[in-house]
């Protein structure tokens, strides 16, 4: 199926809204490890999501605008002894995406807890 | 690392070089630096890498992710190999007909002679004009006489 230009898939939301809660937890930039990890941790799944599709991901929401990147100053991983890093960091564009995914979130979570109240609460 | 964890990563190193293969270099690095990066997280990542799980883990990772790596190398590679290709055709015809041009302009050309010169002799009156022929009268035996013999026409053959 050929999705529409511009249209966000669920997993596409799914970094966008990790990449606001690290920049609320203090972190503006992550590299793709760290979202992976993330996002198995906030759908509370064991696999992390494919290097494919993760990377794939990435770079449409790089291409739309929704993020930037930059590679790490090589001399941290030179002394670290590891790869550089790529960061990605949410732009100022994603801000109102971040806004609506997280509105349509609060609403699903509400209505569910809702109905799980009107469930464990006898009539 | 165990064995089979190495096995792993150099199965998914050589699966990027693969599908990175012949792509514009700061693409096709960028991506074996980045999934070179993840290896080295997930195999220094202490939650994770432990027991015989690291290796299924990163072999589902690479499965799973096939098609998307298929489809992103489809995406990289048409996009800039097409104006590549279509200026170079651009150019090579251009540079075809320019030789053609070229080559047609340093052939020696012979130019149109100009006309003899023309005598101009008064023409002689005309003739006066035959007098009209006489209406074909053919007598049929025991018939009339005809004014005019009717014009063949053409009878369709069925």
Request: proline share 12%; hydrophobic share 40%.
């Amino acid at each position: 199926m050929r999705r529409k230009p511009g249209a966000l898939v669920p997993l596409e939301i799914a970094i966008c809204l990790s990449a606001a809660d690290l920049r609320r937890d203090g972190a503006d930039e992550f590299h793709g490890y760290e979202m992976a990890k993330r996002l198995s941790d906030v759908a509370n799944r064991r696999l992390l999501t494919a290097y494919g599709t993760l990377y794939r991901a990435l770079a449409r929401l790089e291409k739309m605008g929704l993020l930037e990147s930059r590679w790490e100053d090589p001399e941290i991983p030179a002394r670290e002894n590891r790869p550089g890093r790529r960061l990605y960091m949410l732009t100022a564009a994603a801000d109102a995406i971040v806004l609506t995914a997280q509105e349509a979130r609060k609403a699903v979570s509400t209505k569910v807890h809702r109905r799980l109240r009107r469930r464990t609460v006898p009539a | 690392m165990t064995p089979g964890q190495r096995l792993a990563t150099v199965i998914v190193r050589g699966w990027t070089r693969t599908y990175t293969w012949r792509l514009p270099s700061p693409v096709r690095d960028a991506r074996r630096a980045e999934i070179d990066s993840d290896l080295w997280e997930f195999e220094h990542d202490p939650e994770r890498a432990r027991g015989a799980a690291p290796t299924l883990h990163i072999v589902a990772r690479l499965a799973l992710g096939i098609p998307d790596d298929l489809s992103w190398r489809a995406a990289n590679a048409s996009a800039p190999a097409r104006p590549a290709r279509v200026i170079a055709l651009t150019a090579a015809t251009a540079l075809i007909v320019a030789a053609f041009w070229v080559y047609d302009l340093a052939q020696p050309q012979s130019l149109p002679l100009p006309p003899s010169r023309m005598a101009f002799v008064a023409a002689p009156p005309p003739p006066p004009p035959p007098p009209p022929p006489p209406p074909d009268q053919t007598r049929h035996p025991g018939g009339h006489a005809l004014q005019e013999r009717a014009p063949a026409r053409a009878v369709p053959v069925p």
